[in-house]
C-alpha cells in the first residue's frame, strides 16, 4: 500500500478494506495506548522518590565556581571564600565545599587572614565552616608573615572566631611554634594555645 503525502501512520494501520468496527477499535486501541505513554513519560516524580533514588550520598543540588561573600552590621565584607566546586545537602542542613579558600577581615587598615584547606563542610546556614585537610591560615603583619597549620579547623562566621583540638604548628619570621588546641579571635588579632606548648626561637643578630 502506498501512502500519500501527508499520510500518518494511523492511516497505514486502518486500510479501507477492514469492517467498520474493526476500524473504530483499532483507532480506540491506539488512543487508549497513547494516552497511557504520555502520562508514564510526564509522571513526575515526588521529592521523596529523587531522595530514595539518589541516596544520602548524593547532593541535592551544586555549584561550580561559587564565590560566597558574608559582610558585617555596617555593610563590610567580613569574610569570602570561593570554591571550585560546592555541593548542598539540603535535607541534612549542610554543604560540602571542594579546596575552599577564605579571606577573613580583620580590623579596618589591618591585613586580612589567608585560609586554605583541601575540604570543608558549611552548616548553620553558612555561619560555621569546618575544615580539613592541610589546613593553612597565613597571616601578612608589614613584612612579616605567620603560617599556623593543622589537620583540621572551625571558623565560626557569627564570632570571627577559629578553633581546633588537633596539634598545630606556627612558623614565623623568629621561630617555630607547636602545640595541641588553639583558639584564634581574628578581629583582635588574639592566639591562644591550649596545651603541649613547644617552641623554638632565633634571636637577632
Not at 494516552?35 to 521523596?48: C, G, K, M, Q
Not at 560555621?128 to 603583619?141: H, S, Y
Not at 623568629?174 to 584564634?184: E, P, R, S
Amino acid at each position: 500500500m502506498t501512502l500519500g503525502r501527508g499520510s500518518g501512520l494511523l492511516v497505514a494501520l486502518l486500510p479501507e478494506q477492514r469492517p467498520r468496527w474493526q476500524t473504530i477499535a483499532l483507532l480506540a486501541t491506539f488512543i487508549a495506548t497513547a494516552a497511557l505513554l504520555w502520562h508514564s513519560d510526564n509522571e513526575v516524580p515526588t521529592p521523596t522518590q529523587d531522595s530514595e533514588l539518589r541516596g544520602d550520598r548524593e547532593p541535592d543540588s551544586f555549584v561550580v565556581d561559587a564565590l560566597y561573600t558574608s559582610y558585617d552590621e555596617q555593610g563590610a565584607i567580613k569574610i569570602q571564600f570561593v570554591s571550585p566546586r560546592i555541593e548542598q545537602f539540603e535535607a541534612n542542613g549542610y554543604a560540602i565545599m571542594a579546596e575552599p579558600q577564605a579571606t577573613i577581615q580583620g580590623q579596618p587598615g589591618s591585613e586580612p587572614w589567608q585560609l586554605t584547606a583541601k575540604h570543608g563542610k558549611l552548616r548553620d546556614g553558612n555561619s560555621q565552616l569546618e575544615l580539613e585537610g592541610d589546613v593553612r591560615i597565613v597571616r601578612q603583619i608589614g613584612e612579616r608573615s605567620a603560617t599556623l597549620s593543622t589537620t583540621r579547623l572551625t571558623l565560626d562566621n557569627r564570632t570571627n572566631m577559629a578553633y581546633t583540638d588537633a596539634p598545630v604548628e606556627i612558623v614565623d619570621a623568629t621561630g617555630i611554634t607547636h602545640a595541641t588546641g588553639m583558639k584564634a579571635w581574628l578581629n583582635e588579632r588574639i592566639l591562644e594555645l591550649d596545651s603541649q606548648v613547644e617552641g623554638r626561637y632565633e634571636t637577632g643578630n
